[in-house]
């Protein structure tokens, strides 16, 4: 029963408050990009098989973050949010021809009765499904959206979670009367994607696409010029890699014809419905964030992003008065507080501090509590001494 | 390109305000329990196969509400959300020798490399596999929680997604020193049960219970009776049914002796972790809240779980002071007000209205609207005629 500590020795936690949250850093990884890098040793992920990663407390935190920016942005222009099963039976798969053409990225699988099932690597047919027989002329138009974790069966995974084999995909659905109603929407669709980079601080490019395997008519990407890259585009007569984010299409009838999604309209003709699918890789958003905002030793998060607003950072030792500061900001703020204390030395507090990245650290320590004030950095901006009494009411104005 | 428009004709859909949201109603449906059959005519789930079930933007709703319920107190009591794969590396649960014993509910899938997976019917070993080596003394206890889609593939799925086969399934996971602070913290978890399922409005019981497969020295059920229940208890000397809506268990060193999960303690020995585990089914949940509230003809939803605490019941054809003050109230209260319009008849309004089951329904007719006025159903009150220039405040107080 002797344990190997090896590994172990490699990780320092941090939860040593009362509101204690599991963070595991450690100081170094051995994965390839320094994105999947940064990622391990701040404690976000963790590897469970290849291309196959759990989101511990820190990365699940900033993870639905980033869903609910792009859910409320989806719910504005229109969408309801549903949710479609991770599993597909082949059946439909088989009705659009899909099933034998799609490759070997799909998963398939066969359930106890010998009936063949697949993991959606998208889920086009499990969405035509769940309308068709149910919409009418005056539903029109439809337009749905979920979130859930999809599953392509990659050849070679790599860079941690940004080419990973089960990924967080945000995917809507819309469905039009005309081929006209389905582009304005398109329009509007591609405009919002514009607005989630923005809010997200992400300089993203859109670029007419080829439809490939998903079909249809017309499509866009959306681009970040990204070291981990695998997509090339020609920008200002310069050849540069960049990763994939969102893609988006206008199907037209390339689902709803064989599978007989169809509504009579106003002249009694039975026309099937034009169809558009919109995709975003939610969680390989996440490790395009975290590569957009790394810095030397760790990350800087922007406001609307940080998983943790305020990182406190207690220099003290067996100090009742520097803990009841902490104890005081944590309780204001306890959602977005993290408390970095304990034995470990400065050094080590500041490492921490650096890997979870909040956009405010406040530092407490002997020298400044005599004059009862703590010290507080704000990220791009500087650094203020504030007295105890007043750092809530300074807080609530910089938060 | 004949449309066979007698399945459709069934469905009759209500989103024709500015704030559309697809609720494809029907009038009957051939699910066998009358929870499955009113989740089907509500528009609230799709069945795409046996025991696989998609959530219309109606039956999300309902989904989301519970889960943020369960969150919220998970989260109250120290667990850190995160977030485990659908998908395991079979490895892992070879370790537990769990691999073997699970019997055929266990999905096991076969990737393009011939490794196996596993679609996760449970996840001790995918958490504890996330925690070793990164647990150091003074992290404990760790308490960590995800909400995520399972699958077991049950024999004979049935009861629509109170029986199915892909679920979504609240499962917390714990760790602790010694025996005794594991269940002083069970004994807090079981108090968060109550707590929840009484916010909920179950009558929930809980009862000491086989540990089963999962393993461990001490397990609870957490119960309510049910007409489609598969469990049997004997209470106040009478034998009834019970559907199972929750389970926590005492792992003890189950799964963390055979993975190593260890840490060194204070006198420097190094010791397994004691391990509990609690799940709640959370998708299953829905069946039994939609149990509880049915009434005839549909359900009455609380205003704490209603997915539109107002539905307004629009009688009048082309009119534009009821088209305003339509528009009126949904843009104050856009997120939980469903208007139910258009050419349909009044019986057919209020049978969509009874399937949505506001707790406030508002009904603007013609007679009313002449002196200004709209009539105000809350359930469980009365009924109110209010003027349309005190609405807005009178759905403050209410709502």
Not at 8 to 27: A, H, M, Q, R, V
Not at 185 to 196: H, I, M, P, Q, T
Not at 229 to 250: R, Y
Not at 319 to 336: L, M, N, P
């Amino acid at each position: 029963m002797i344990m190997n500590t090896s590994k172990n020795d490699n990780y320092s936690s941090n939860c040593e408050s009362l509101g204690k949250f599991f963070i595991p850093t450690k100081k170094d990884s051995d994965e390839f990009s320094e994105t999947a890098k940064l990622m391990m040793k701040s404690g976000m992920i963790h590897k469970l098989s290849s291309g196959i990663y759990a989101w511990l407390p820190l990365g699940y935190k900033i993870l639905s973050i980033v869903e609910k920016i792009i859910s409320d942005k989806f719910e504005d222009i229109g969408f309801n949010r549903m949710c479609l099963p991770t599993l597909h039976p082949a059946s439909l798969w088989i009705e659009t021809g899909r099933y034998e053409v799609y490759g070997k990225e799909m998963l398939k699988i066969k359930d106890r009765n010998e009936s063949d099932l697949v993991f959606g690597p998208t889920a086009e047919e499990a969405c035509v499904d769940m309308v068709r027989n149910k919409i009418k002329l005056h539903d029109l138009p439809v337009k749905v959206f979920n979130i859930q974790w999809k599953f392509r069966d990659e050849l070679r995974p790599r860079y941690g979670i940004v080419r990973c084999r089960e990924f967080l995909m945000c995917d809507g659905y819309s469905f039009h009367e005309t081929e006209k109603d389905a582009l304005d929407f398109y329009d509007n669709v591609s405009e919002a994607y514009k607005e989630v980079f923005d809010e997200l601080g992400l300089d993203v490019i859109s670029k007419p696409a080829e439809t490939g395997e998903i079909g249809g008519s017309k499509s866009h990407e959306f681009l970040i010029e990204s070291e981990i890259g695998e997509d090339t585009a020609v920008v200002d007569g310069v050849e540069k890699s960049f990763m994939e984010l969102g893609h988006i299409f206008l199907l037209g009838t390339r689902y709803s014809e064989p599978m007989n999604l169809k509504v009579t309209n106003s002249e009694n003709k039975t026309n099937a419905l034009v169809m558009s699918c919109y995709g975003i890789g939610v969680s390989r958003l996440v490790g395009a964030l975290v590569e957009k905002y790394s810095v030397e030793n760790g990350i800087n998060w922007p406001k609307n992003i940080a998983p943790f607003k305020i990182t406190i950072l207690n220099m003290c030792k067996d100090s009742e008065k520097a803990d009841k500061t902490c104890e005081k900001i944590r309780r204001k703020f306890s959602k977005t507080t993290y408390i970095v204390s304990g034995k470990k030395s400065p050094g080590e507090k500041f490492a921490v501090s650096d890997l979870i990245g909040s956009p405010i650290k406040i530092i407490i320590g002997n020298k400044q509590l005599e004059s009862d004030s703590v010290e507080v950095r704000v990220i791009s901006d500087k650094t203020h001494y504030i007295k105890i009494d007043e750092i809530i009411d300074f807080l609530d104005k910089v938060i």
